[in-house]
């Protein structure tokens, strides 16, 4: 029950590709990451990915269809199923939002595959 | 498939408590909203409700617990069954998150009651 604030939250961890839970709606958690450099190709056959941009600029690459480009005050929804790859030239910070229990890494597993903790 | 520029979006329209839905998330809509001014008791007996603020600042007004304050950057979610009231001493800009069908006036009804629109 307290409000959030996405700056004070990205203040308190460094590390990259790694979402940290900062609220819950319904079945859904709400979190922050910080990207820089090449994620992993990967899809969610279950749900949609949605993407907001804070800072940075973050590209989404999207199999078989052009890239798209997110600055700030930007948002896109990756469709279920569409296998995409972020990328973020400069450190970049997204909130992002998905059904508890969606690995950030999806289909693709991996090093990269994070633990869902809440911050 | 196309990315939203959320002050574009806002800048395509000047209703207050008008939500305008930009996106879709499986089966929630995200929108964006101009409010200013007192909004209405309501509550949402079947879905949390997600504010984030982009521009100027909203109080949510819950029954029976303080107010929470919202500047751009912060968010809330105000959880099922709460009756909340939005208010904003100046024009406030908010994205807003809930299931398709959620009304905008929960359970209250009347006449600040809005159609889903896509824009």
Not at 69 to 82: A, N, Q, T
Request: hydrophobic share 40%; charged share 25%; with cysteine.
């Amino acid at each position: 029950m307290e409000k959030v604030n996405l700056a004070a939250k990205l203040s308190a961890f460094d590390a990259l590709f790694s979402p940290k839970i900062v609220a819950r709606m319904n079945e859904y958690k709400i979190a922050v990451v910080k990207t820089k450099g090449e994620f992993v190709w990967h899809k969610h056959d279950d749900t949609d990915d949605f993407f907001l941009v804070l800072k940075g600029r973050l590209r989404i690459q999207l199999r078989g269809l052009p890239d798209v480009v997110l600055d700030p005050g930007e948002l896109f929804v990756v469709p279920k199923g569409l296998e995409h790859c972020p990328r973020a030239d400069e450190e970049t910070h997204v909130l992002l939002i998905e059904p508890y229990g969606t690995p950030n890494t999806g289909n693709a597993g991996g090093p990269l595959t994070a633990a869902e903790e809440t911050i």
